[in-house]
């Protein structure tokens, strides 16, 4: 123990640029996607599987993170997922064709969905009990840098070089981060290396449901959900598969994934939170962006204006984890909530004619609200886990939220899609050509149309086509209103979730390190 003391900072930044690395390449192909779909002649579907994959393969190896470093040890499993993320990059750059390009994409979410939960372990155990808030705020800004970087980085690597850049910036990076880690990463001495029978029909069930409800998320929307038989399927498939995975790693001996955390009341507690969360950050997420451009900015832009819930974040996050010890998780998560809480309402309550300066105070609340609860939940759902179990811990909770993230961007887009619909058809009942209002704006476009050369005929054609395209924009602002609105009351259901967590602040020994003490 006195050497990774002696060397925790170290030890520190190397879990980090891993982390940073696999976060980072959740978001940074997005801005490329359209200059890899003409590189690679292909349709906006198929190019879409190049992001989804790797959120897939990423998703589908976080829970059996612990299971295969019992077998093979976390330090060579921690190395060679470095390894198996770098050449893997290498390998996306060099990419002949679609297929290969998804196929190394899947490979290489293999290797980062394992970085994020390992270091998250690492820096748990890494850090002292007092300094876990700590551990979690500064493990939580390596999860915010990396998506906010992303877009930006991407595009400037695309526009100054080429797609395939945004693959090989990953080589460099990689290799300090093995060889740090081959210096400075220690395989824990609690450790028991299992070589017994894999449970391989609890793997085949897992992956299965992961893949097919993955498939759901993705593509619900654009297959018009239940009207689709690939949908229907899909959904009957992850249902039961996931139905006899729980049945068979309760009952079998030695499970593949440790379904026993959730007998643990913190961590069942703080992981269903944490879903809310996710449900609620990725559908933002998604919906941000979108209800920019819709405005008129340009993706670069947009990238620019939510840059400070970016930054507000990585600055809230080191804040609340020192704040942890002497508030206590249950309070800093209200807190937390309450700031977001009112973020929301803020989002619910603007206009078309918002500039990306009025965007800047409901964002810094935002930014504050999810850096807060961010930082708590991380640190509490593991308070009461036993040491030897806390790899597992950490693998659950971050495919518990990153599931409810790919839950929330496909409601979200739904419930935009059907409000866009259903706001219309509310809208249009007002604009007839029997309200005078209608027939006053009507005439002062068409009037404007006319000064710019328009006969009379086509400069009134051309108004009542302004008047439908000014309803749709209207009609898609309520339904971004009313999304925002849902998100608030969501996280207000949340709250008697929130009150059973333990308040518990650190006194002793956290559970589980009194061996390492």
């Not at 945004?166 to 990076?173: A, G, T």
């Not at 009207?227 to 790693?249: H, K, N, P, Q, Y």
């Not at 009037?447 to 000014?470: C, D, Q, R, Y």
Request: hydrophobic share 50%; proline share 4%.
């Amino acid at each position: 123990m006195l050497q990774v003391d002696r060397f925790k900072w170290m030890v520190c930044l190397t879990v980090l640029l891993g982390a940073i690395m696999s976060a980072l390449d959740t978001s940074i192909i997005n801005v490329a996607l359209p200059y890899m779909r003409g590189n690679l002649s292909a349709s906006v579907e198929e190019i879409t599987w190049v992001a989804s994959g790797y959120i897939l393969s990423s998703v589908i190896v976080m829970p059996v993170i612990a299971f295969l470093s019992a077998r093979f040890g976390r330090r060579p499993f921690y190395l060679f997922s470095v390894f198996l993320f770098t050449a893997s990059s290498m390998l996306c750059g060099l990419a002949w064709d679609l297929p290969s390009l998804i196929t190394f994409r899947v490979i290489q979410g293999l290797g980062g969905g394992v970085l994020l939960p390992i270091s998250q372990a690492i820096l748990r155990e890494t850090f002292s009990e007092k300094e876990q808030g700590l551990a979690m705020g500064i493990y939580g800004m390596a999860v915010v840098i990396g998506p906010a970087l992303g877009p930006a980085l991407g595009g400037w690597l695309t526009d100054n070089f080429s797609w395939p850049w945004i693959f090989y910036i990953n080589v460099p990076l990689g290799i300090i981060n093995f060889w740090m880690a081959t210096r400075y990463i220690q395989e824990p001495s609690y450790l028991v290396r299992d070589k017994g029978k894999i449970d391989w029909l609890g793997l085949v069930l897992m992956t299965v449901s992961f893949v097919t409800m993955q498939i759901v998320f993705e593509k619900g929307q654009d297959k018009g959900w239940f009207d689709s038989s690939l949908i229907v399927w899909c959904t009957i498939i992850a249902v039961m598969s996931m139905g006899f995975f729980i049945w068979r790693e309760l009952s079998v001996e030695k499970p593949v994934v440790d379904l026993s955390l959730f007998t643990d009341r913190n961590f069942i507690c703080g992981t269903l939170v944490g879903a809310v969360f996710g449900f609620c950050l990725y559908s933002t997420l998604f919906l941000q962006p979108l209800f920019l451009q819709q405005l008129g900015y340009s993706a670069n832009e947009t990238g620019m204006i939510l840059m400070p819930r970016s930054l507000i974040m990585a600055l809230a996050m080191p804040l609340a984890g020192r704040l942890y010890n002497s508030w206590g998780p249950r309070n800093i998560i209200l807190i937390g909530l309450g700031i977001t809480v009112c973020s929301y309402w803020q989002f619910a309550h603007l206009s078309l004619d918002v500039s990306g300066n009025d965007l800047i105070i409901p964002q810094l609340f935002q930014g504050m609200g999810f850096g807060m609860m961010f930082v708590a939940l991380s640190t509490v759902i593991l308070s009461t886990v036993p040491k030897p179990k806390m790899t597992s811990a950490v693998g659950l909770y971050n495919v518990t939220r990153q599931i409810m993230g790919s839950v929330g961007i496909a409601i979200g887009a739904t419930l935009l899609s059907n409000g866009d619909t259903l706001y219309r058809s509310v809208l249009i009942e007002h604009v007839t050509p029997y309200n005078p209002l209608s027939r006053q704006w009507i005439a002062h476009v068409a009037e404007g149309f006319k000064h710019h050369g328009m006969s009379a005929f086509s400069a009134h054609t051309a108004a009542i086509v302004s008047l439908s395209n000014e309803v749709d924009r209207q009609a898609q602002m309520l339904s971004f209103n009313h999304i925002f609105i849902l998100m608030a009351v969501i996280f207000v259901l949340s709250i008697p979730l929130m009150m059973t967590i333990k308040n518990q602040r650190p006194e002793g020994k956290v559970a589980g390190l009194e061996e390492a003490a």
